[in-house]
């Protein structure tokens, strides 16, 4: 069954440094989406994607994230300089087109630590 | 905005006997509405979704839920747990229209032997 991937599944950065965060969602799916929950907290959506560029995105995702969808199949969420709080499992998820019934297919997670 | 509400955030259960995890939603518009659970290591997996019809939804590994509109509920029940469903369990909601979906804080359920 064909099923979203995440890598790496663990990052460990120091506060200041980039991270690139990356997902291969489900083939033939259009929609694509961040999501993060910090240890403790609710999942919260970050940003949403389609046709290459962003569809929607929550006020945690300020000009610090970025994505992109590089390729056919990679889907990656940038932070540019990361702080501690920004320590969390982040996951990926994905839809197909329009017409469906909303249900997205998550990866794994990356858990990424900013020490 | 929707939001959705799951309290106690530990749910222990006895193997054999009756599970149910309360989700209240809030949504201003009628919601698209689900469950996933989350094994350790593993992504979030849907477990059923309430979109419209049939305000009973039967999901995978003997799990239903119910929708309940007057209550903005929808609680999820298994008559009898087994020990693999110790998990983590997720409502989630998503308004008509909107890309997002928004969680509840979740259940940590454990299954006692």
């Known amino acids: 069954e064909p099923e979203v991937t995440q890598t790496p599944s663990h990052q460990v950065t120091q506060m200041g440094q980039e991270v690139i965060l990356r997902c291969v969602p489900i083939?033939?799916?259009?929609?694509f989406y961040w999501y993060r929950q910090i240890l403790g907290q609710k999942v919260e959506f970050l940003v949403s994607?389609?046709?290459?560029?962003?569809?929607?995105k929550s006020e945690i995702f300020d000009d610090q994230f970025s994505v992109e969808r590089p390729d056919g199949s990679n889907f990656t969420l940038k932070i540019r300089s990361t702080k501690l709080e920004d320590s969390a499992m982040y996951f990926c998820?994905?839809?197909?087109?329009?017409?469906?019934?909303?249900?997205?297919?998550f990866g794994p997670g990356t858990r990424l630590t900013v020490t | 905005a929707q939001s959705v509400t799951q309290l106690g955030s530990h749910v222990s259960v006895s193997e054999g006997a009756l599970v149910l995890l309360r989700c209240n939603y809030s949504s201003s518009v009628p919601p698209y509405l689900f469950w996933y659970v989350q094994y350790p290591n593993q992504g979030l997996q849907l477990l059923l979704k309430?979109?419209?019809?049939?305000?009973l939804v039967k999901g995978i590994n003997g799990f239903e839920a119910e929708f309940k509109k007057s209550e903005t509920s929808f609680h999820l029940t298994k008559p009898s747990a087994h020990m693999s469903d110790a998990a983590e369990y997720f409502c989630?909601?998503?308004?008509?229209?909107?890309?997002?979906?928004?969680f509840g804080k979740g259940n940590q359920v454990v299954v006692i032997p």
């Open positions: 309430y979109t419209t019809g049939a305000t």
């Open positions: 083939s033939n799916h259009l929609y």
């Open positions: 998820a994905s839809r197909p087109s329009r017409g469906t019934t909303y249900e997205q297919y």
């Open positions: 989630a909601v998503s308004e008509r229209g909107n890309n997002r979906l928004a």
């Open positions: 994607f389609y046709n290459n560029e962003i569809s929607e």
